[in-house]
């Protein structure tokens, strides 16, 4: 009658040896599997992260081309053929700058900021909404009425509020935009007769931030 106790229990303990022999290989053959999709996802994160970066350095390249009357630097946050629309008719990103360089020779100086950003990035696609600040420094001149002067030399100043909708792509291993539409929120305007000084900073390559790097 012990006989077959004494099989069942050799049996259960071979059972539970051979588990626990067993457990390493079978633990490896889950992890080895499960490996390549954890690689795969962080991999993919780590495109995302870096594609973001990349996005948020061509917005704010497009602050430094302007402000800076940096031609080359604007152009090349679109792609060639990319397009711009500010209202009005659409043209071409190339367009837009040559036109907005022509318009900002005439102001004394202006400054941009890229603020709150929103990035999505679906593989080599991505699309953005920044709000944006604009500040531009207009000259005033002197006017007057029947001899007397109503206002002196001056400076105007506008402050503008608006958001970039863009879509972006990656070309040949570069961010760049394929379109982008500018919206203008509201804008204020402040003279400022008789208030003519302005800062250190200057609209080409001899502002002092070019000797600290050539960006």
């Not at 499960?34 to 993919?44: G, I, T, V, W, Y």
Request: with cysteine; charged share 25%; hydrophobic share 40%.
């Amino acid at each position: 009658m012990q006989v077959p106790y004494l099989r069942r229990v050799v049996a259960f303990i071979a059972i539970f040896v051979l588990g626990l022999l067993a457990r390493p290989y079978v633990t490896g053959v889950a992890s080895a599997q499960q490996r390549p999709a954890n690689e795969a996802d962080s991999r993919k994160a780590m495109e995302v992260v870096l594609a973001k970066e990349q996005i948020r350095d061509q917005i704010y390249n497009y602050c430094r081309g302007l402000d800076r009357m940096d031609k080359a630097l604007a152009l090349q946050v679109w792609h060639p053929g990319g397009t711009a629309d500010y209202g009005g008719a659409v043209t071409t990103g190339a367009e837009f700058v040559e036109r907005a360089f022509k318009l900002h020779a005439s102001i004394l100086s202006h400054a941009h900021q890229m603020t709150d950003s929103i990035i999505q990035v679906d593989g080599d696609k991505a699309v953005s909404e920044t709000y944006a600040n604009s500040s531009l420094v207009y000259p005033l001149d002197e006017q007057t009425v029947q001899g007397v002067v109503v206002r002196s030399k001056g400076i105007s100043v506008s402050l503008i509020r608006g958001r970039y909708a863009d879509r972006w792509s990656k070309r040949d291993g570069r961010w760049a935009l394929d379109h982008r539409v500018y919206v203008e929120d509201f804008r204020t305007v402040q003279e400022l007769p008789g208030v003519t000084r302005l800062g250190r900073g200057r609209r080409d390559k001899t502002d002092p931030s070019y000797a600290v790097y050539p960006f």
